[in-house]
């Protein structure tokens, strides 16, 4: 099953995580701890800042995710970008 990293756990962001669900893909949520609504829908949560470019990517690495999804999140662009090239992904807003 491929797997997606969506960036953020807020309301802005349950959307995209159901029609990742919906598209077939295990969906790797990451944001920073809290009740976050995108925490009860994801199949995975990693509890990191998204700001954390580094750790961000080290996840995406481990999990093996096959994209990343920055929605909603402004914040999260530089972290997206970065995952995104570093991992060879295309790369699209």
């Known amino acids: 099953m491929k797997k997606v990293m969506i960036l953020g756990a807020g ?21 920073i701890p809290g009740d976050y609504p995108g925490f009860k829908v994801a199949d995975k949560i990693c509890e990191v800042d998204v700001r954390n470019k580094e750790k961000v990517l080290e996840i995406a690495r481990i999990e093996q995710v096959n994209g990343v999804i920055a929605d909603q999140i402004d914040i999260a662009i530089p972290t997206f970008a970065y995952v995104t090239e570093s991992n060879g ?5």
């Open 11 to 31: 309301k802005g962001q349950v959307p995209i995580i159901n029609l990742a669900k919906n598209s077939g893909f295990k969906t790797i949520v990451a944001s």
């Open 89 to 93: 992904y295309s790369l699209g807003y």
